[in-house]
T-cell receptor, first 112, second 113 residues
Framework: QQQVKQSPQSLIVQKGGISIINCAYENTAFDYFPWYQQFPGKGPALLIAIRPDVSEKKEGRFTISFNKSAKQFSLHIMDSQPGDSATYFCAASPYSWGKLQFGAGTQVVVTP | DVKVTQSSRYLVKRTGEKVFLECVQDMDHENMFWYRQDPGLGLRLIYFSYDVKMKEKGDIPEGYSVSREKKERFSLILESASTNQTSMYLC????????????FGQGTRLTVV
């Protein structure tokens, strides 16, 4: 049973558009919520992470929004570029260095 | 530059074989993890280790064991490979108490025939 539920499974967006990926969790012991980006043939790489004491975190074109009461968080990719085409995983853990519970992943395709 | 290196990118093994997947990190990280990645299921934790000679089961440990004799090396062992263990295997490491999170290797694509 997946502790972190991620949607959608796949997403096609035009260049310059906004990609939005949503995740939900149940375990209130989770205190660290990272997003990983994975390109074909590569391992996942940390993209951005948030803790529940803030509602939003922005790094460049990537923003995490966090709703602690709803136990949901989302990744927004602004001004999507073809180079953003990848699989994105949300995850959760009690600690930034601890074992991660991953969502199922979202394959994002940005068309030129 | 941080590095987690997995010994093989691709492996093909026969059913019943004993399989060793090796992972080495050069960051002096205390924590090391083995995940399995399958389409539609994301990454699932097999085993992890917080110290040398220490191991804990993850969510799907059945059919696997691990070994950590040195801090930098974490091995995943498939005692008797089966076709349902065909998957992508990812090793990761992290530094205790640090916010930088986990670093992943490039993965080993294992096919059991």
């Amino acid at each position: 049973q997946q502790q972190v539920k991620q949607s959608p499974q796949s997403l096609i967006v035009q260049k310059g558009g906004i990609s939005i990926i949503n995740c939900a969790y149940e375990n209130t012991a989770f205190d660290y919520f990272p997003w990983y980006q994975q390109f074909p043939g590569k391992g996942p790489a940390l993209l951005i992470a948030i803790r529940p004491d803030v509602s939003e975190k922005k790094e460049g074109r990537f923003t995490i929004s966090f709703n602690k009461s709803a136990k949901q968080f989302s990744l927004h990719i602004m001004d999507s570029q073809p180079g953003d085409s990848a699989t994105y995983f949300c995850a959760a853990s009690p600690y930034s260095w601890g074992k991660l519970q991953f969502g199922a992943g979202t394959q994002v395709v940005v068309t030129p | 530059d941080v590095k987690v290196t997995q010994s093989s990118r691709y492996l093909v093994k026969r059913t019943g074989e004993k399989v060793f997947l090796e992972c080495v990190q050069d960051m002096d990280h205390e924590n090391m993890f083995w995940y399995r990645q399958d389409p539609g299921l994301g990454l699932r934790l097999i085993y992890f280790s917080y110290d040398v000679k220490m191991k804990e089961k993850g969510d799907i440990p059945e059919g696997y064991s691990v070994s950590r004799e040195k801090k930098e090396r974490f091995s995943l062992i498939l005692e008797s490979a089966s076709t349902n263990q065909t998957s992508m295997y990812l090793c990761a490491s992290s530094h205790l108490g640090q916010e930088e999170g986990a670093f992943f290797g490039q993965g080993t694509r294992l096919t059991v025939v």
